[in-house]
């Protein structure tokens, strides 16, 4: 039973770390809450961006089938995520409120790493980048970041490839809007999935993918509102109104129009 000499499971897990990065800066008890909430999902977000940019490896070179693995544990870390919010729901307006001035001018729309999966995914708002200047590290990575193909761009490569009518995009570092070429190449590809199997199911799993991303900035609204009503956000936005036109963000918007033509 001794492990003196040999590899433990705390020592595997770098768990003295881990569990010695929580540190309340008020009395207040929810405090330990709020810190794991975010501290948890920055983690499932460090997996979702792994998972994202091997599979976006493995789409560029056509390797799809293992991309598909991927890409629905993506999905599942979404929904990991959307699950947490039942739990920071347990706190009131009061318990927040006990410690809130605490947060300083700190808030998740600061967050690098979310901003990374929307990069990554192909949403990239050059200007949303000025929250992390202060860190010319994370700066720098979010703009190399966005000169880079995106997921959904190598995604429309493999359209292209297929034979598709689908020309690259002249601009790397700007949100996708919705193109007719793309959007009707969609559809051949849904109106016929036999022949086109492979492009279908990837078209599939970014909708699983968006669908969960969806419902967790959805739920991010609802637990705002609920804890902190329409009150401005720690980081100086409008809190519910900033996040709620969030909302209105479309990562692959080809793939949601193309339903409307079916």
């Known amino acids: 039973m001794s492990f003196r000499d040999r590899m433990s499971y705390g020592d595997y897990l770098g768990l003295d770390a881990v569990l010695s990065a929580q540190h309340p800066r008020s009395a207040a008890h929810d405090e330990m809450l709020f ?57 009131t307006p009061s318990d927040y409120t006990d410690f809130r001035a605490a947060l300083g001018e700190s808030s998740g729309f600061q967050s690098w790493q ?8 192909g949403n990239r708002n050059m200007a949303m980048i000025g929250p992390h200047e202060h860190r010319p590290d994370l700066a720098g990575a979010l703009r190399s970041e966005a000169a880079r193909p995106s997921l959904y761009d190598v995604v429309l490569g493999r359209l292209a490839v297929a034979g598709f009518d689908v020309a690259p995009r002249s601009r790397l570092d700007c ?8 959007i009707a190449a969609w559809e051949r590809v849904y109106r016929d999935p036999r022949t086109h199997w492979e492009l279908y199911e990837l078209a599939e799993k970014l909708m699983d993918f968006e669908d969960y991303f969806r419902r967790w900035r959805f739920n991010h609204v609802t637990t705002v509102e ?37």
């Not at 544990?73 to 699950?83: C, D, F, G, K, P």
Request: aromatic share 8%.
């Open 114 to 121: 979310y901003r990374m999966i929307e990069f990554v995914a």
């Open 35 to 91: 810190i794991i909430q975010h501290q948890t999902s920055e983690l499932w977000m460090k997996l979702a961006l792994h998972e994202m940019d091997a599979a976006r490896g493995l789409i560029a070179a056509g390797d799809l089938q293992p991309a598909f693995k991927m890409l629905a544990r993506v999905a599942r870390i979404m929904e990991q995520l959307n699950s947490a919010w039942d739990v920071l729901r347990t706190m």
């Open 226 to 262: 609920r804890v902190i009503g329409f009150k401005r956000g720690t980081g100086g936005t409008g809190g519910v109104s900033y996040l709620r036109r969030m909302l209105e963000a479309v990562l692959f918007p080809d793939l949601w129009q193309v339903r409307t033509q079916l």
């Open 175 to 182: 949100p996708h809007q919705p193109e007719a070429a793309v």
